[in-house]
């Protein structure tokens, strides 16, 4: 027990509680054993960064750690935080549980840096992965935003993802073995030019299809999300006004193109607001040297559960023509003519 403030790094290398009384600790502290048992950091403030390496003990934290809580090596049964933590970059390579309790804070997110399994209890802000993940939920625990970098590909079981974010693969899977989430084929986005009510819109527009075989899963709540995307940033949203399996086959999924069928489409004109009854889309900002648009991601959610995503990062096509939009449009030409007055 700290009987009052102290400077120093501190290592500990056996199974003890340390309890810091509510006093602060201006320093690193880490633990490093291999004892088996249960550890418990009391109430109280770290400065600096808390390191755990502790490959057969369960962790409790009720401290508040102002640096990077690094977890190497923690027994199966768990990493309890129940204090407040600044950020947190979850490296156990042998997988490991960690639940974030009702009163346990973490500021700037949970990095999961490892490809063994990881079970996540709890409510979590942010979580970001580094390497491709298997992440299982427990029953009633969120992940407000879910973020995989390119290339990256996450499997998500059970629980919610309410949003995602970067330009990598996330798959949806229910603890249900039986229940299938439906997926939306991106079939391609490109720069588009619409007349409606005697007024032309330049914009791009997505072109996206629910092949038959997705049909039968689609949900009574369900609504599909488009996000144009310049790298890992959205330019723009646009959410489907109606919802449900009948509504957005026959409303949406119903048109056809190059002998396929089940196609729906959105456009996003930069700087203006494209008049849809269909689709309610984001306010787009764009200058004269704006960079093109380099990405799709498509979603559906099922009430605030995000149920089935995909990315795509093909290059925006420019040479598309089609029976309203007959001229190929560049980029450059898209802007020129959406340019704020």
Known sequence: MLEKDFTTNVSVDRLVNIDLNNKTLTGNLSFATTQAGSIKLG??????????????VSFTNEATVSGTTTIKDVANNTFTNNGSLQAVLLQDS????????????????????????????????????????????????KIAELNTPNNIQATVTGGVVTSTSGLGNVEIKNVDKDVVYPKVTIKDYVTYKVTKDSKDYYGVQARIM???????????????VVSLMNGQNVLSTST????????????????????????ASTLFAPNVKYPSLGWTT????????????TGLKVEIKRGD???????????LNEKFTDGSSTQELSWETILNNNLPS
Request: charged share 20%.
């Open 43 to 56: 109430k109280g403030t770290v400065t600096g960064n808390l390191t755990v390496d502790t490959p057969n």
């Open 210 to 224: 629910l092949p038959e075989a997705q049909h039968a899963f689609l949900g009574e709540d369900d609504q599909v």
């Open 305 to 315: 559960k995000i149920v089935s995503s995909t990315i795509s990062t093909l290059e």
């Open 282 to 293: 984001t306010a787009w900002e764009a200058t004269k040297m704006a960079p093109k648009p």
């Open 94 to 141: 042998n997988g490991t549980r960690f639940v974030n309790g009702q009163n346990g804070q973490i500021a700037n997110g949970l990095t999961v840096d490892t490809t063994a399994n990881v079970l996540l209890q709890g409510q979590f802000t942010k979580v970001i992965l580094t390497k491709p993940a298997n992440l299982n939920l427990s029953n009633d625990s």
């Open 240 to 263: 489907s006004v109606g919802k449900g399996k009948a509504v957005l086959l026959e409303g949406y999924f119903k048109n056809e193109f190059a002998n396929e069928k089940y196609y």
